[in-house]
Nanobody
């Protein structure tokens, strides 16, 4: 199986920056897509950013121009650089990974436990 551990969350003032990290361990062979989701109190979980094995990225409209997702395959780690943070960015951020050894096998999806990001006014 794959284990995902997030780090880098915390409390920051509006306009500040944070960098989230997610390290994958276990059966990391054939990990394809990785990404970040978030869930704020009283709201549904939403996709923030994703990145494929060939480095194609996708962002939610609300974070475009402020957040940057990247990955380091040598370290089996995905990052989320968050700049110009706003109070509405406050949420628990979850790392996600998908693994498919071949096109003949089903996709396996994994989630981290989450890291809290709080942005004060």
């Amino acid at each position: 199986q794959v284990q995902l551990v997030e780090s880098g969350g915390g409390l920051v003032q509006a306009g500040g920056s944070l960098r989230l990290s997610c390290a994958a361990s276990g059966i990391i062979f054939s990990i394809n897509d990785m990404g970040w989701c978030r869930q704020a109190p009283g709201k549904q979980r939403e996709l923030v950013a994703s990145i494929t094995s060939v480095l194609i990225t996708n962002y939610a409209d609300s974070v475009k121009g402020r957040f940057t997702i990247s990955r380091d395959n040598t370290k089996n780690t995905v990052y989320l650089q968050m700049n110009s943070l706003k109070p509405e960015d406050t949420a628990v951020y979850y790392c996600n990974a998908r693994r498919r050894p071949s096109s003949y096998t089903p996709v396996h999806e994994y989630w981290g436990e989450g890291t809290q990001v709080t942005v004060s006014s």
